[in-house]
């Protein structure tokens, strides 16, 4: 039996996943309240805040453990969005509503509106605060990006 002064609190262990995304000549990323990468192949002019298409996973693919601590109640989450060697960070927050369950989409929002979709509420960011140049390169089908969420 330990004593309190023996006792030592491990810190909580970030949880992580990576998603892979493709390019699109559409991606404009010139929406004011999201950040979405969809499973599709195809993206049309209404998609302004896609900024990646040909993702290995939706919100529903993502691993269980992601998903649990997604839905911590005000957990932080961290997304870096990696082109090349830019990346774009926006920070956000879990909340306990998250359906986590489309299998297509996942959506980073502004708002604490939840859907499906919605993989990440009061983002620091949207689309179009990502840097120009990263989203010029994402115009490219050839470019490999990435989706990097850490929960805290």
Same mark, same amino acid.
Request: with cysteine.
């Given at each position: 039996?330990?004593?309190?002064?023996?006792?030592?609190?491990?810190?909580?262990?970030?949880?992580?996943?990576?998603?892979?995304?493709?390019?699109?000549?559409m991606?404009?990323?010139?929406?004011?309240?999201?950040?979405?990468?969809?499973?599709?192949?195809?993206?049309?002019?209404?998609?302004?805040?896609?900024?990646?298409?040909? !993702?290995?996973?939706?919100?529903?693919?993502?691993?269980e453990?992601?998903?649990?601590?997604?839905?911590?109640?005000?957990?932080?989450?961290?997304?870096?969005?990696?082109?090349?060697?830019s990346f774009?960070?926006?920070?956000?927050?879990?909340?306990?509503?998250?359906?986590?369950?489309?299998?297509?989409?996942?959506?980073?929002?502004?708002?604490?509106?939840?859907?499906?979709?919605?993989? !990440?509420?009061?983002?620091?960011? !949207?689309?179009?605060?990502l840097?120009?140049?990263?989203?010029?390169?994402?115009?490219?089908?050839?470019?490999?990006?990435?989706?990097?969420?850490?929960?805290?």
């Open positions: 039996m330990s004593t309190p002064e023996e006792t030592v609190l491990s810190p909580t262990k970030k949880i992580m996943e990576t998603i892979s995304f493709r390019g699109h000549p991606v404009r990323a010139v929406h004011p309240t999201t950040i979405e990468i969809t499973t599709e192949g195809d993206l049309t002019e209404n998609g302004d805040c896609i900024i990646g298409v040909r !993702a290995d996973k939706g919100c529903a693919q993502l691993e453990k992601v998903k649990e601590g997604l839905r911590r109640k005000g957990s932080p989450v961290t997304i870096r969005i990696v082109v090349g060697d774009f960070q926006v920070n956000a927050s879990g909340d306990p509503r998250l359906e986590l369950s489309h299998p297509r989409d996942m959506v980073i929002r502004k708002s604490d509106f939840i859907s499906d979709r919605t993989l !990440a509420v009061r983002a620091d960011a !949207a689309a179009r605060n840097p120009r140049g990263m989203v010029r390169a994402l115009r490219d089908p050839g470019t490999v990006g990435r989706l990097e969420i850490e929960v805290g």
